[in-house]
C-alpha cells in the first residue's frame, strides 16, 4: 500500500498534465481565432463577447492543470505563475476584441487591444519557458534538446516583434526626426500591407512551434507512461 499511493498520485498528476498540454494545444489557436475574427467582423452579435473569454479561458485552465504536475519544483512552478498571471490579463482584456471591432476610433479600446497583442506575445514567450521547465524534467534528452532549441527560437523572435513594434511607435511618436528616418516610416506606411505580413509570420511561427513543442511533450509522456507499464 505504501508504495501504491505515491504511483497512483503520480498517475493522477500525469492525467491532469496531459490533459492540461491538451486544453493548451487546442486553446492556443482558438483563442487567437476567436480575438480576430470577433474584432474584424461586423455581423457579430453582442453575446458574441463571451467567445473570446472562453477561449482565453480554455488556455488558463490547462495552465491550472499543469500546476498539479512536481509541486515540490520551485523553478518550474515560478514560470508556471508567470505564465497564469499574464493568462489572467489576457481573459480580462479579450473583450476588448469585441468593443474595438464595432468603436474602432475610441482610444480606450484601441490602447486595450494593444496591450492585449503585446500580452499575448509575453505569454507566448513564458509558455516556451514553461514547456522548457517541463521538459528538463521528463527522461527524453532530444526532448529536452528539441524544446531548448525551438524555445529559445521561438523567444528570439518574439523579442524581435516587439522590438521592432516598440521602435516604430516611439518613433511615430518624436515630432522631429532625420531626414533618413522620416523617409524609412514613409516607406514603411507604403508597404504597411507586406510589414503586416511580415510580422504576421514571424507571430505565427513560434506560435506553430510552440504547438509541436507540446503536442511532442504529451506524446512522450504517453511513452513514458505506456513504456514504464
Given at each position: 500500500?505504501?508504495?501504491?499511493?505515491?504511483?497512483?498520485?503520480?498517475?493522477?498528476?500525469?492525467?491532469?498534465?496531459?490533459?492540461?498540454?491538451?486544453?493548451?494545444?487546442?486553446?492556443?489557436?482558438?483563442?487567437?481565432?476567436?480575438?480576430?475574427k470577433?474584432?474584424?467582423v461586423?455581423?457579430?452579435?453582442?453575446?458574441?463577447?463571451?467567445?473570446?473569454?472562453?477561449?482565453?479561458?480554455?488556455?488558463?485552465?490547462?495552465?491550472?492543470?499543469?500546476?498539479?504536475?512536481?509541486?515540490?519544483?520551485?523553478?518550474?512552478?515560478?514560470?508556471?505563475?508567470?505564465?497564469?498571471?499574464?493568462?489572467?490579463?489576457?481573459?480580462?482584456?479579450?473583450?476588448?476584441?469585441?468593443?474595438?471591432?464595432?468603436?474602432?476610433?475610441?482610444?480606450?479600446?484601441?490602447?486595450?487591444?494593444?496591450?492585449?497583442?503585446v500580452?499575448?506575445?509575453?505569454?507566448?514567450?513564458?509558455?516556451?519557458?514553461?514547456?522548457?521547465?517541463?521538459?528538463?524534467?521528463l527522461?527524453?534528452?532530444?526532448?529536452?534538446?528539441?524544446?531548448?532549441?525551438?524555445?529559445?527560437?521561438?523567444?528570439?523572435?518574439?523579442?524581435?516583434?516587439?522590438?521592432?513594434?516598440?521602435?516604430?511607435?516611439v518613433?511615430?511618436?518624436?515630432?522631429?526626426?532625420?531626414?533618413?528616418?522620416?523617409?524609412?516610416?514613409?516607406?514603411?506606411?507604403?508597404?504597411?500591407?507586406?510589414?503586416?505580413?511580415?510580422?504576421?509570420?514571424?507571430?505565427?511561427?513560434?506560435?506553430?512551434?510552440?504547438?509541436?513543442?507540446?503536442?511532442?511533450?504529451?506524446?512522450?509522456?504517453?511513452?513514458?507512461?505506456?513504456?514504464?507499464?
Open positions: 500500500m505504501p508504495d501504491h499511493a505515491p504511483k497512483a498520485e503520480l498517475l493522477r498528476s500525469l492525467g491532469r498534465l496531459v490533459r492540461g498540454l491538451s486544453a493548451l494545444f487546442w486553446g492556443l489557436p482558438l483563442a487567437l481565432f476567436v480575438c480576430v470577433i474584432a474584424t461586423e455581423w457579430m452579435q453582442p453575446q458574441f463577447i463571451a467567445a473570446p473569454v472562453a477561449g482565453t479561458l480554455l488556455i488558463f485552465y490547462g495552465l491550472a492543470l499543469l500546476s498539479d504536475f512536481q509541486k515540490q519544483e520551485r523553478v518550474w512552478h515560478h514560470a508556471l505563475d508567470r505564465a497564469k498571471l499574464i493568462a489572467i490579463i489576457n481573459i480580462g482584456l479579450s473583450p476588448f476584441c469585441f468593443w474595438w471591432g464595432r468603436l474602432p476610433n475610441v482610444v480606450f479600446y484601441n490602447i486595450a487591444v494593444g496591450i492585449l497583442f500580452s499575448g506575445m509575453l505569454f507566448i514567450f513564458n509558455l516556451n519557458l514553461v514547456l522548457q521547465r517541463l521538459a528538463a524534467m527522461p527524453d534528452e532530444t526532448l529536452r534538446s528539441e524544446s531548448r532549441v525551438f524555445g529559445n527560437l521561438n523567444r528570439t523572435l518574439l523579442l524581435v516583434v516587439l522590438g521592432g513594434l516598440a521602435i516604430y511607435t518613433l511615430e511618436q518624436v515630432p522631429s526626426l532625420p531626414d533618413g528616418l522620416v523617409k524609412v516610416l514613409l516607406v514603411l506606411e507604403f508597404l504597411k500591407p507586406i510589414v503586416f505580413a511580415v510580422f504576421a509570420l514571424l507571430i505565427l511561427i513560434p506560435l506553430a512551434m510552440t504547438m509541436t513543442l507540446i503536442w511532442k511533450i504529451k506524446e512522450a509522456i504517453f511513452s513514458s507512461v505506456f513504456g514504464a507499464e
